[in-house]
């Protein structure tokens, strides 16, 4: 009996904590590179003031390129209220030399950045791709998904106008 009571009690102090640590997940203090290869920490991610968005992808996942794509057809509008995307490539040493082609190829104007280690990726929780996050202007996190649908990129959107206006 007090063996399942302190099970319990384990669980429900874990569950809050994360709950605590989704709240008030602060972006990390390490190390990611951009597509030039000039090393940007983390925990500066910002957009002055706006809210943003974090998209870690990968070129050979086709929902992270629905998404990406979906985005890009919208991104002027995006632009318009100052709100930008930031593109974290998760691509392994085998499939990274695919990244500045396919970025070019298709035109995309985000921030791009490699986490070229995967620290980055598992210090935010990112277990699949694609994995979205979306920061208010104080940088806090407050909202994520995984996978995409078409319209979600206007769901973003609309989530976004709403944090620019709190």
């Known amino acids: 009996m007090k063996r399942s009571i302190f099970i319990i009690a384990c669980f429900i102090l874990f569950s809050l904590g994360q709950a605590e640590a989704q709240r008030s997940a602060d972006l990390p203090n390490l190390s990611i590179v951009t597509l030039d290869g000039q090393e940007v920490n983390a925990s500066n991610l910002h957009n002055e003031g706006k809210p943003f968005v974090i998209s ?3 070129t050979w996942c086709r929902p992270c390129l629905q998404e990406l794509n979906a985005i890009d057809d919208i991104y002027h509008e995006w632009q318009e209220y100052g709100f930008k995307l930031i593109a974290v490539s998760t691509d392994d040493a085998r499939t990274r030399p695919n ?3 396919m970025v070019m190829g298709r035109g995309w104007e985000y921030e791009f950045y490699l986490d070229e280690n995967g620290d980055f990726r598992r210090a935010m929780g990112v277990n699949i791709v694609p994995h979205t996050f979306i920061f208010n202007g104080k940088g806090e996190l407050v909202y994520q998904h995984t996978s995409f649908s078409p319209g979600m990129e206007w769901d973003m959107f609309e989530l ?3 944090l620019l206006e709190e």
Request: net charge negative; glycine share 0%.
């Open 56 to 58: 870690f992808w990968a």
């Open 99 to 101: 990244v500045l082609p």
């Open 160 to 162: 976004l106008i709403e």
